[in-house]
């Protein structure tokens, strides 16, 4: 079996040269020493806790100051009848207001005044003293139409109506009354007249019954 030798003095000159090189490179472990930063960063600080305070007692209540009291007079307490006596007048007038208008409207549209107005127009003896185109005379306060007055009750028998008429040479004043007797019977003309302005009285005799 072979075996290598190595001259002593080349093993001296190894062990010298190691030796030498040794101060001059750094170790492994001198640079991973010399880095701990890179390792392990450092943790921040913590920011101090605060104190805590107890109670041990109830609160201080504050200053109290009392509001000034004023005597003051109360109100004279007022009356709401002249209120609502005020309103019921005017609500019951203006009922009766607009009862009067529809009433008077049911006067001028019923059978019996356009039976009236027919045999006026036809009548000669009116037409002497009022003229052609007898009608109606209106008044401002029915907002243009005629007032009538009196009442029609067809099924009491009884009809008594007096209004304005006018032609084209005066006007005059109108009355009509007709009854009837009995239940079933015809009515019968009391009264058909027309009084001028200037006092002529004219009876109309109607060319056919009521």
Known sequence: MMSLRVPLSTSVRATRTAHTLRPLLPSS?????TAPSEQHP?????????EVETFDKTARPGLYYP????????????????AILALGVVGVSAWAVFMVFVTNQEKLSSSIMQQIMNTIRESPELREVLGEAIRPEPVWWMNGDPW????VHIPGGNIDLSF??????????LYFTSIRREKGQPFEILRFKVIADDGTEVNINPTRPS
Do not use: F, N
């Open 67 to 82: 509001r000034p009291q004023r005597e003051r007079d109360l109100p004279p307490l007022q009356s709401k009848w002249p």
């Open 42 to 50: 450092q943790r921040p600080q913590q920011k101090p806790q605060p």
């Open 164 to 173: 304005r008429v006018k032609g084209h040479k005066g006007a005059g004043t």
């Open 148 to 151: 009538i007055s009196g009442a």
């Open 29 to 33: 472990r001198a640079q991973y020493a």
